[in-house]
């Protein structure tokens, strides 16, 4: 069993564990716990001797955690970079915050759900911490204490919830965010195009298959919501229904309105046909179906959003992915304007999803956003004066709007990628291995290390006094090294080093005062 | 005043209360009591103002953790970039493990002072987790979880103690490891000399002045001990007093030998004939030095130490600031060979501990170590099978060395440097700015933008329908963006852009089917 498999069971053994003690607390029906009690004891088995002979030292990383080894870190470096790239390829500077913040800054910004998901640290006297959940309120804590109102800023750095995790669909409790906001009053649309834009550039340059991204306009859910009936009060809860229409058939959805929010069955008829619009129209032009929207006219008359304009400047940018959704109801309250979100239809699919060597992955086909964002112009006010403040305290707004992605996602896909087109993933960037041929060359290997070393270049030795050729070659083979310099006393007496393309195995003498130069050409030669 | 001297003045006062506190616990002395209130009271004064008008959330960030903004962050990642290119030219590949560990995976490995530093995570269900304190103990874990017996790795992340923090000395409670190691069954020393020849690589590149590394043995260390009557026992508590004489002359050491840790008068003279050999020959070579402290009979007989090897593997990969140092003491109980500290003795040197504009910075003359490491053969050994484990269970060692370099202080002596040789430090990479010259012209600068954005390069505008030139020329100076290309409706006309080198303010007109190979030339030609 590889450790993922055990991990896994492990984390199910555990869950299994939690809901017998609650039902027990419960008092719950004891031929129901036996049941469960005996599928958790068969669980147990099947861990068996994996656990055993680990002793008392219990090996395992926290729940709903991973290491990354080095494969998986090729990959998260490769999905990084594209990431780094696009955000300072449009000038964004970065910054960094604590893994940790004081309680308090955290403390109602995530709603009810989000609230009991944040790790505290244990009080060991001073303040009281947690962990943060993720990088936009930190980032509104950093503008506002240094009292920022401009900035276009990346951040990538790992977030922590106390999610009920799901590892081999990514979804776990220490993940990555990459964010990219721009804080600052601006009359246009543009900074919103470019968070776009960016979408589109890293989704494209991953090379992950066909995607789009959803947009909408929290002024027009608020027109469609209105024009139904439903108030101003409802607009959370009622959003948290539409939202679901990427996963549930339209009728379910209208079910838990009528029954669960309030609506009639006269308002989510109404609502039905505004936000399916683009189910009914699924390849209808953007400026199309916003001007279809805008002929209902309860719509018309609430809608304040500006028809078009983002639309447009999203074609300026050259961004073909966006498709207006009048169904996209993103869940965070903090979101003032435009949201996005993007998705990868096709990801995944045919992709076998059983252990890949190092870790096990995995995701159904489709695995929900990719990247998601949007307006939020009140956070960072909110942090300055709460909303509550009363009287003279001087309330200033810092507008932002930002875009995240959801990088682990993003790692599964291309590892599974990886795996489908059997690419072999490097782990290192050795360019050169020193070899010997025959015995007490150590020294002699050395000195050709530190020259090399010295001249920037990346390489490798043996650190045995006398290993055998064939070790050291198939080392090379194994790890992708391309060149090798073997060292041998025949080639010392000549002068020469004999190098040797790891691929093709052709060698050849080399003097060793053309040595660098013939490197340097020899490896810009197989790039 | 600035936000880092807020932050000092606040951990103060907070340091101030805690004692307060805990002299009422103690039912101190009322008088001194009431003192130490009004100096907490006239601190509080300070702060004043600053404190007032932040209203009811305090805009902090966690004792002894800071931000880092746009420029702090190309320092730290112009520093982190040298010791990563340092780690791949040696070939490592790279891990990344969780931020919490199991509780007991930590528990018991960082002696009874480290121990009490470990940030616990508070229990809410669940494991018992805390925070790691180095990424040592993880890696051992990390390599006994697999079953990893052979592997080079580096592992760039932050790691948490909850110690008193000096912030001003570069002193945090999250801060940055940057850690190599080597683990492998190798006769020879050859990883430790390849850990040395690091050290010497990347603080040589950083260019922070003269450096040099101490070397030292635990055998050496074990032999000098026996030899002055100080037994096994003993061995970790001589060490934390002899540690201690890079700071304090030898006669306050001797003191605390004698007194402290029960040596005679007898014993120190000797062992003071060891350590401070280097202090009494401060220019002799290493093997002429290590020859010396061979002479004395006693250690002679006790020390397993293969003299000189060591020192003559670092001269062949070119390492010459090797300093073999017998008193050097390294506090860690479980470095099990060479032990070694890289020190800048005149870091800093001459720079204004001030505020420097971000954030107030500063050491005093003089770091302490920058990089610190060893050998630890049986670290990973204990968590595949603890050392109390009896009877059949296998023990697999995996011997292991590595260096750890202390980033948070080479972070201060590049921004000092930074400082004294007022080098302007750009936080963005953009190369060309569009700008517009009359109104109206948003959809040519966006559509511009596009074109270029999709070659690759890094390009900004600014987000208003109708900028102003000289206020876009200003940000490009301001930002040291080296480009600026300037949409006119003339050159529009004409086919042509205008060109505009921000430094030398040299215009020329480029016609647009030639715009993209001019910059890549203009932009080449300025590196």
């Given amino acids: 069993m590889s450790e993922a498999d055990v991990q896994v069971l492990q984390s199910e053994i555990k869950a299994m564990g939690d809901e017998i003690r609650s039902l027990k607390a419960e008092k719950a029906d004891a031929a129901l716990i036996k049941e469960k009690i005996a599928a958790m004891l068969e669980k147990k088995k099947l861990l068996g001797d994996g656990q055993l002979d680990q002793g008392k030292h219990i090996l395992k990383t926290a729940k709903g955690t991973r290491d990354y080894g080095p494969k998986s870190m090729a990959v998260r470096e490769s999905v990084l970079k594209i990431v780094t790239d696009a955000f300072k390829r449009h000038g964004a500077e970065t910054i960094d915050t604590p893994v940790f913040e004081l309680r308090e800054v955290l403390m109602g910004k995530y709603g009810e ?153 006269e308002n989510t008829e109404k609502l039905g046909q505004f936000v ?96 998601a964002g949007g307006r939020y112009d009140e956070l960072v006010g909110n942090f300055m004066a709460p909303s509550g403040t009363k009287g003279k305290e001087k309330r200033q707004d810092v507008p932002c709007v930002g875009v995240s992605f959801g990088i682990e996602r993003l790692f599964a896909i291309m590892e599974a990628k990886m795996q489908i087109e059997q690419l072999q993933v490097r782990t290192t960037e050795t360019e050169i291995y020193i070899a010997s041929a025959q015995k007490n060359l150590l020294q ?59 691929k093709t195995r052709v060698e050849q003498d080399v003097p060793v005062n053309e040595l660098v130069p013939t490197l340097r050409s020899t490896l810009s030669s197989l790039k």
């Fill in 113 to 265: 759900e989000g609230g009991k998901l944040v790790y505290d640290l244990q009080d060991q006297g001073g303040e009281l911490l947690s962990l943060r959940y993720d990088l936009t309120v930190p980032f509104a804590r950093y503008l506002a204490m240094n009292k920022i109102t401009n900035i276009k800023r990346y951040h990538i750095a790992k977030v922590y919830r106390r999610d009920q995790p799901v590892m081999t669909r990514g979804r776990y409790r220490e993940f990555y965010q990459c964010d990219f906001d721009i804080a600052g009053q601006y009359d246009l649309m543009i900074p919103e195009a470019e968070c776009l834009k960016i979408v589109d550039e890293v989704l494209s340059k991953l090379e992950i298959g066909e995607f789009n991204i959803k947009l909408n306009h929290r002024f027009i859910l608020e027109g469609m919501f209105a024009a139904c009936g439903a108030g101003a009060d409802q607009f959370k809860t009622v959003c948290s229904s539409v939202d679901k229409l990427d996963k549930l058939p339209w009728v379910e959805v209208e079910e838990e309105l009528i029954k669960d929010k309030g609506l009639t069955k």
């Fill in 444 to 502: 002699e290997r050395m000195k050709l290390c530190k020259i090399l070393w010295d001249e920037g270049f990346k390489v490798e030795l043996a650190y045995k006094a006398n290993p055998k050729l064939l070790t050291q070659l198939q080392y090379c083979e194994d790890r992708l090294v391309p060149l090798v310099l073997i060292v041998g006393e025949r080639e010392l007496q000549d002068g020469v080093v004999k190098l040797r393309n790891v």
């Fill in 276 to 371: 399916r619009l683009r189910e009914f129209n699924p390849s209808m032009g953007n400026v199309e179906l916003l001007d279809k929207l805008m002929e209902f006219e309860d719509l018309a008359k609430n809608a304040r959003f500006k028809k078009g304009v983002l639309v447009n400047y999203c074609s300026l940018f050259g961004v073909s992915t966006v498709r207006f959704d009048p169904s996209l109801a993103r869940g965070l309250d903090y979101y003032t304007g435009a949201i996005y979100e993007a998705v990868v239809p096709k990801a995944l699919e045919g992709v076998s999803l059983e252990a890949n060597g190092e870790e096990q992955k995995g995701l159904p086909v489709g695995v929900g956003s990719v990247a």
